[in-house]
């Protein structure tokens, strides 16, 4: 990312996408704990860096505490929105790596 407003604005669009999709699967096989996750974060009430970071807390939490819910066709999105969130957060340290394993 080149630090432009704009090219912040589409990753955080790409976030918001790969949350609906998130979602939108959650709802139609009634996944209701991983929807529970999703919801305490998204959607985003902004596009700063604490927004997406308490997205990628509750994700990561998700990933650890119920892996099962990652399974199948939510992988690829899971795994598209954490490489997003990395690209977004300015500090390092707060980036997803763990989310991946």
Do not use: K
Request: proline share 10%.
């Amino acid at each position: 990312m080149t630090g432009h407003p704009a090219d912040h604005d589409d990753a955080v669009a790409q976030v918001n996408s790969a949350c609906l999709r998130l979602f939108d699967t959650w709802c139609e096989s009634r996944s209701v704990i991983p929807l529970g996750y999703l919801l305490h974060c998204w959607p985003l009430p902004d596009n700063q860096p604490a927004s997406l970071r308490r997205l990628a807390d509750g994700l990561r939490e998700l990933s650890r505490a119920h892996p099962g819910a990652l399974d199948g066709r939510i992988w690829p999105i899971f795994c598209e929105l954490a490489l997003c969130i990395d690209e977004i957060l300015p500090n390092p340290s707060l980036r997803m790596p763990n989310m991946l394993h």
